[in-house]
């Protein structure tokens, strides 16, 4: 049986491992971190990625978490609520299906069989060679190794695997705008959903489906120093920081914010990789989700992504197919789609966060008159994508 590595238990990480599995690998995913899990709020599925999860038999699995999504009026709106576009029923933001993190996290590590994830195992080095690939990593305070057919590089933003292999690429890029996170449960139900739009900030509500609220808000300000972007912090005084510019704000965005545990409130500086990667393969390193593709969260589409990238691998590598070329067929159908889908959440964000005294106003009323046809054809050329099958190993 044909073996793989997986490093970094995240989302990408995990339905990796899943599909791998499911067609006929031995996986083993090794996560630095001592008890793994997803540190986040809110994470939005659109119809691409749930079908992926479909193929691999983990979908329904999904569809069972609390959940919830665009319900009531929805749409965007200035920070006095007046609305600037709503949307109905039949828009690609109604198909979306908001789950917490660490319960999607919980029902896909639930899936995997037992011993296939190693926490507290942090990867140092790979050594290709002509057949294997050994994969160095430091456990318990000892320095192992294990050797694989592949490596599957799920290990994010920062991913040490992608420096290795790709040494004269330039890294991640700063967005332009830092982001709050945060999820409660408000004291009556929230009605509206959707993105509120001021100068360089903006403010989105989405419920959970089961009396919680996910709740995010960006500003466009400076890096912040020392800090390495995409990983999330929890600070007392960002509770404090966000009622500074949303207290004003229509209802119920203070009340969102003040039901919020400070210590629960999530900031990360935005960063994408904005430089197309020549290509996510090499040897027998094939990289996925952030990884390879990172992008800025303003089409909903990062974890969706990585999942596809995911069942999309494991396609490529079911049967009795040669590795090469079977990696080489994986970054041909997933570079150019996850590079297109970079560039797109790029523009959006530099949309989103317009900040200027002319740009804000003149931003607005384009959106308030772009025929909704014309403004939601890309996001449904997104989302029409079907998963190549993933046929149940013997």
Known sequence: MRQAIVVGAGIGGLTSALALIRAGWQVRILERAEVPGEVGAGITLFPNALRALDAIGVGDRVRALPSGGVAGPAGMRDPSGRWVVRVDGQQPIHDMYAVHRQDLYGALAGALPDGVLSAGAEVVGTRVE???????????????????????????????????????????????????????????????????????????????????????????????????????????????????????????????????????????????????????????????????????????????????????LAAALAGDVELPDALRRYDAQRRPRTQSVVRASHRMSRISQAHGPLTGPLRDLVVRLTPPKLAERGMRRVIAWVPPPVPAAR
């Open 130 to 312: 002509a057949d294997r690939v050994e994969v160095g990593y430091r456990a318990a305070g000892r320095d192992l190794s294990a050797g694989a057919d592949l490596v599957v590089g799920a290990d994010g933003l920062r991913s040490r695997l992608r420096a290795a292999h790709w040494p004269a690429y330039p890294g991640p890029a700063y967005a332009g705008y830092t982001s709050w996170r945060g999820v409660t449960t408000p004291a009556s139900a929230v009605e509206a959903s959707g993105e509120t739009w001021g100068r360089g900030t903006r403010f989105g509500i989405l419920p959970l489906g089961d009396g919680r609220v996910y709740w995010f808000a960006t500003a466009s300000v400076p890096a912040r120093a020392g800090t390495a972007g995409g990983n999330p912090d929890a600070r007392p005084d960002e509770r404090a920081e966000l009622l500074r510019r949303f207290a004003d704000w229509h209802a119920p965005i203070p009340e969102l914010i003040t039901g919020t545990d400070p210590a629960a409130v999530l900031r990360h500086d935005t960063y994408e990789l904005r430089t197309p990667l020549p290509g996510y393969v090499t040897d027998r390193v094939a990289l996925v989700g952030d990884a390879a593709h990172a992008m800025t969260p303003d089409l909903g589409q990062g974890a969706c992504m990585a999942i596809e990238d995911a069942v999309t």
